[in-house]
């Protein structure tokens, strides 16, 4: 069964840097792309970028390149999404998703993890 | 970049059938893909390339895609089949591209 895991809530403060994380299992993890989407209180889903993990090569969308970072561990099946410096307007829930392999759609995705940013 | 346009709300009665649009230019002309996220959850797909499902989804839930609108119908609706339901297309600009979001409420 085809399973994502994301890391848990984290409250952090303005300037603080912040790393979460995306456990794959059920798969061939180094054989599909994996999307960060955001999610803002109350509003849709946004893309924020993929990474392959069998080589970590990177896409962001414009909107959030230089914004965060995303990677890839291949040897623990996880991939990851970072920021160096929060700022508040960066409160929202944050999911990866798999990209399916016969196409530019997620077939699964994370539960979610919600990241709140505040002073 | 590419612009997808959902009607921010779709309201139908048990057991009627809704319908939810998602317009782009000549968005005919690529495979449109759809979710439902219900309130607390990830989003599910529930239609991939315009009209197809995936495995596990009700065959309640179709597509189609012609000209510069996209539809996914949900026939026979319950109550369960409330949430927000996005349209989603890949674009060389942005990669995946998302509608705003439908709402679905069921009378």
């Known amino acids: 069964e085809v399973q994502l895991v994301q890391s848990g809530a984290e409250v952090k403060k303005p300037g603080e840097s912040l790393k979460i994380s995306c456990q794959a299992s059920g798969y061939t993890f180094t054989s599909y792309w994996i999307a960060w989407v955001r999610q803002m209180p109350g509003k849709g889903l946004e893309w924020m970028g993929f990474v392959y993990p069998a080589d970590s090569d990177t896409r962001y969308s414009p909107s959030f390149q230089g914004q965060v970072t995303i990677s890839a561990d291949k040897s623990i099946n996880t991939a990851y999404l970072q920021w160096s410096s929060l700022k508040a307007s960066d409160t929202a829930m944050y999911y990866c998703?798999?990209?399916?392999?016969?196409?530019?759609?997620?077939?699964?995705w994370g539960q979610g993890a919600q990241v709140t940013v505040s002073s | 970049s590419y612009v997808l346009t959902q009607p921010p709300s779709v309201s139908v009665a048990p057991g009627q059938t809704a319908r939810i649009t998602c317009g782009g230019n000549d968005i005919g002309s690529r495979r449109v893909h759809w979710y439902q996220q219900k309130p607390g959850q990830a989003p599910v797909l529930v239609v991939y390339d315009d009209s197809d499902r995936p495995s596990g989804i009700s065959e309640r839930f179709s597509g189609s895609n012609s000209g510069n609108t996209a539809s996914l119908t949900i026939s026979r609706v319950e109550a369960g089949d409330e949430g927000d339901y996005y349209c989603q297309v890949w674009d060389t600009s942005c990669d995946w591209v998302f509608g705003g979001g439908t709402k679905l409420t069921v009378l």
């Open positions: 998703a798999r990209q399916s392999v016969a196409g530019p759609r997620a077939d699964y």
